[in-house]
């Protein structure tokens, strides 16, 4: 646990970091469909075709895709399962009492303070 609870000021920060990312890259995909140029696999591998200011945005929603991408994988490689971004709710494999557990921190929490069987997830959380 002492090493789940050394974690949490990264993935506080990783969290922070990716929702930011995310709600300026749904902005972006906002302003590119009210212009008419919604994102497409197409569209993206040519950011460079279209008017100028659809040029600058749809460059800055890859850019805000990557940086998101990256930042994700940040947090994945700590060892944690994200079991949901958007409200930072992760589990870290554990044992408890001999058998595998998962302990279990949201964002917000100031330390993991929750755990849960393997099967159970978060409505099966219990303070440790």
């Known amino acids: 646990m002492t090493e789940a609870n050394e974690l949490v000021p990264k993935l506080e920060e990783g969290f922070r970091l990716v929702l930011r990312l995310r709600a300026e890259l749904r902005q972006a995909y906002a302003q ?3 212009a008419g140029h919604p994102p ?6 040519t950011p460079s075709a279209g008017p100028e200011e659809i040029r600058g945005v749809r ?3 890859l850019a805000l895709a990557m940086a998101l991408a990256e930042q994700f994988e940040a947090v994945m490689a700590t060892g944690v ?10 589990d870290f494999p554990s044992v408890r009492e001999g058998r595998p557990v998962q302990l279990c921190w949201k ?3 100031p330390e ?9 997830g978060l409505a099966g959380r219990v303070p440790l």
């Open 32 to 34: 590119l469909e009210q």
């Open 40 to 45: 497409s696999w197409d569209s993206l591998r």
């Open 59 to 61: 460059g800055r929603f």
């Open 81 to 90: 399962q994200v079991k949901d971004p958007e409200t930072g709710l992760c």
């Open 107 to 109: 964002l917000g929490e």
């Open 112 to 120: 993991v303070e929750f755990w849960h069987e393997l099967d159970a």
